[in-house]
Nanobody, 113 residues
Framework: VQLVESGGGLVQPGGSLRLSCAAS????????MSWYRQAPGKERELVAT????????KHTDSVKGRFTITRDNAKNTVYLQMNSLKPEDTVVYYC???????WGQGTQVTVSS
């Protein structure tokens, strides 16, 4: 199983980024996926989940209205569109095969002027 995140970087407050997570090694279209994030010294926080068909989408309260999780089963990829970014969104973001111990390597997002 491999989960490879990309799309992180430096962005100004109010800006946008789209994270991607390319999955391989399992039947991606059958499983729910999620995005987590983790700040140094803190526990990993669930950001958003999406079911296998692209429905039943949930976002944590702190990102509702700003972040959107989607997936493309034809491309074995899950996305996190992040708009109206704030400095407190500056953390490492991880892709997760929901309910398993399979994680990506993480991608750093830095929101700063």
């Amino acid at each position: 199983v491999q989960l490879v995140e990309s799309g992180g970087g430096l962005v100004q407050p109010g800006g946008s980024l789209r994270l991607s997570c390319a999955a391989s090694g399992f039947t991606f279209s059958r499983y729910a996926m999620s995005w987590y994030r983790q700040a140094p010294g803190k526990e990993r926080e669930l950001v958003a989940t999406i079911n296998s068909a692209g429905g039943s989408i949930k976002h944590t309260d702190s990102v509702k209205g700003r972040f959107t999780i989607t997936r493309d089963n034809a491309k074995n990829t899950v996305y996190l569109q992040m708009n109206s970014l704030k400095p407190e969104d500056t953390v490492v973001y991880y892709c997760n095969w929901l309910g398993t111990g399979h994680w990506g390597q993480g991608t750093q997002v830095t929101v700063s002027s």
